[in-house]
């Protein structure tokens, strides 16, 4: 694994992406084009997330939400389109009735020709489509995954640490480890969101906010986000997450799209 300074990685193979200064910061340019973000459903629905995911919950709660077969759910991905990249969030399952590979043709995307992934965390749901058979799916891509989560992963043992280790050095040759803050080719702010993983990680370009594994039952967690699904790896750190990164989203009228929302966006207000 090689770990990359982003004024250095962009030079090298992103001629196509406007670069970013790793500040935080994104300079206006009156003639840019609009980004676009597409809804990629990995899985086809309906899902529901079982009661069972939130194990703390009381059945008054799941009767008061009208909740009492569950909670809407999805597993997706995201192709966002902007200044000129064309990146992918997050991979899917790569099960058998996985849609991305269909859905990303549609947008005029193979998997030889795209070059940027951009990874939230390292869960088998977001990065199982990495792989076929043991095989990189995208040979060409740079993908990019949070340093925390990356050393999390390979410090573990067992087989839930598989997956994980596996894609990291299937992708060795193109991979590098961003830091929290550290802004990405074509202008995508990396924003940590600590506790469903180690690093687990948003993305914001502009008034796009990709809040990944935030929230796994929005019509629960919206109004009671100090509900946890049993997989948050560090309960409490999740919560703070949560609260903070939707907090953020209201008092600057983001967009928010998360992996796990039943249509892939939520729209948020101040009484929520």
Same mark, same amino acid.
């Given at each position: ?109 193979? %998997? ?5 992934? *951009?990874?939230? @965390?390292? =869960?088998?749901?977001?990065? !199982?489509? #990495? /792989?076929?058979? &043991? ?28 997956? %994980? ?5 299937? *992708?060795?040759? @193109?991979? =590098?480890?961003?830091?929290? !803050?550290? #802004? /990405?080719?074509? &202008? ?85």
């Amino acid at each position: 694994m090689k770990k990359l300074l982003l004024f250095a990685l962009v030079a090298l193979s992103l001629s196509a992406c406007t670069t970013k200064t790793t500040n935080g910061t994104q300079s206006a340019d009156a003639d840019r084009q609009p980004s676009v973000i597409t809804w990629i459903e990995d899985k086809p629905g309906p899902t529901v997330q079982g009661r069972n995911v939130f194990p703390s919950v009381p059945d008054s709660l799941w009767s008061a939400l009208g909740l009492t077969e569950g909670v809407p759910s999805s597993i997706s991905c995201f192709l966002l389109e902007t200044e000129g990249c064309k990146i992918l969030l997050d991979a899917g399952l790569g099960a058998p009735f996985s849609q991305l590979i269909p859905k990303l043709e549609e947008s005029g995307v193979t %998997p030889d020709s795209l070059s940027l992934i *951009y990874i939230t @965390h390292m =869960h088998p749901d977001h990065i !199982g489509g #990495m /792989l076929h058979e &043991g095989s990189v799916v995208f040979p060409n891509a740079e993908v990019y995954v949070n340093r925390v989560e990356a050393e999390a992963w390979q410090s573990m043992d067992g087989e839930r640490a598989a997956l %994980p280790k596996a894609v990291l050095n299937a *992708y060795s040759d @193109h991979l =590098h480890l961003f830091e929290a !803050g550290d #802004m /990405l080719p074509g &202008g995508v702010l990396s924003i940590a969101a600590y506790g469903h993983t180690p690093g687990h990680t948003v993305f914001q370009k502009d008034s796009i906010l990709v809040i990944a594994d935030l929230m796994h039952g929005a019509a629960l967690q919206m109004s009671h986000p100090e509900y946890c699904p049993f997989f948050d790896m560090d309960p409490a750190a999740a919560t703070e997450a949560r609260i903070r990164i939707m907090d953020y989203a209201r008092s600057n009228s983001l967009s928010v799209y998360g992996m796990h929302l039943p249509t892939g966006s939520v729209t948020l207000s101040d009484a929520q």
